[in-house]
């Protein structure tokens, strides 16, 4: 039986569905496109934020909180600089970005301030040079992202180039890795897109474009350097296992509801998939009416989630521990 109250470590945080991107493997556009129509557009409120960070009962226990996106880039919140500088500096912060909004200006203060903490890392998902990133994080602006890494990387700010390969730009990954580290990046890492074939439709002044997967040994064989960093989907610790619960992480979405994961999260809101059980209106995960402690020793956490693994009822949990959606062994 899990016992999520006492052994999570990590946040991972989506604080808004905003972005300023089109890429097509998201969930909150259509192929790269306009935004999928029951999405919900908002930024999390300040006062759950607030509450989540000065919840002292629940945070002694965990060490890393992480701002990442299915639906937003963290960037776009208004006040993430705010959110940031409420969080106690014994924290590690990690945040993902594609880095192409605010200025040079935001970025040099937003590097000092993250210095203030134990540990940060920024994570920019930088997908090819100036002819290529574009194609696939369609609508950024490359001389905007060079300019905020440079100057974020320049006022201390500790920064990972994260690059998704595909056919169309896997001839930069040398180049891509020597230009992080000129600008001053601490990390290259690369991984494989999670669709073998994708399709983004012509949308604005964004043509269509198709994109093919380049595994990850492919990936290693361009580099000849198995030490550099590669990309895996997590695996979980133990066979048929959660591997979120076994990484001791949970997911908060920018309504401020409390996930087991970010593809849980992701199923109210969802273009291609419908998992009843994590759409279910009742589930007592609300940060506006419960603390983050009170939700993961609800019944829900402790015993039905439990029971939705084991009586292999959720599709995307199946799919998760068992390699297919139906959970056969
Ligand atoms: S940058 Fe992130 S949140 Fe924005 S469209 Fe691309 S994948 Fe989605
Ligand atoms: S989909 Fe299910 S099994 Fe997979 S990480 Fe999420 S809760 Fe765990």
Redesign the pocket.
């Known amino acids: 039986m899990p016992n999520y109250s006492s052994i999570i470590k990590q946040l991972q945080i989506e604080i808004t569905t905003y ?1 300023n ?3 097509p493997g ?1 969930g ?2 259509e192929q790269g496109a306009e935004t999928i129509s029951n999405l919900k557009l908002q930024h999390m409120d300040f006062d759950v934020w607030k509450k989540l960070i000065n919840d002292d009962h629940f945070l002694e226990k965990i060490s890393l909180i992480t701002l990442n ?1 299915m ?3 963290p960037l776009m919140h208004p006040m993430i600089y705010e959110m940031i500088d409420q969080v106690p500096r014994d924290f590690i912060i990690e945040i993902n970005t ?1 880095g192409s909004m605010r200025n040079k200006v935001f970025w040099s203060r937003f590097a000092e301030l993250l210095c203030e903490f134990e540990d940060h890392r920024l994570i920019w ?1 930088i997908d090819g040079l100036q002819d290529t990133n574009h194609l696939h ?1 369609r609508g950024t602006v490359w001389q905007n992202i060079i300019d905020n890494l440079t100057a974020f990387n320049q006022r201390g700010g500790i920064s990972e180039w994260r690059m998704t390969v595909f056919e169309h730009n896997k001839h930069q990954i040398l180049d891509c890795k020597k230009l992080s580290q000129d600008l001053g990046c601490s990390k290259f890492t690369t991984r494989e897109s999670y669709e073998p074939y994708m399709e983004a439709k012509a949308y604005k002044d964004m043509p269509s474009q198709v994109y093919h997967r380049v595994t990850k040994q492919e990936i290693a064989k361009i580099l000849d350097d198995f030490s550099t960093d590669r990309l895996n989907k997590p695996e979980p610790l133990e066979v048929h296992s959660c591997p979120w619960l076994s990484d001791k992480s949970i997911q908060i979405s920018a309504d401020g509801k409390v996930w087991p994961c970010c593809y849980t999260s992701e199923e109210p809101y969802h273009k291609n998939r419908f998992d009843h059980i994590w759409t279910f209106p009742n589930i007592p995960n609300d940060l506006k009416t419960y603390t983050l402690q009170q939700i993961l020793e609800s019944e829900f956490y402790t015993s039905y989630i439990d029971k939705i693994w084991l009586g292999k009822k959720s599709r995307i949990c199946n799919e998760c521990i068992y390699g297919n959606p139906e959970g056969e062994d």
């Open positions: 972005c991107a089109f890429c998201c909150r556009n996106g639906f937003g880039d594609n998902g994080r």
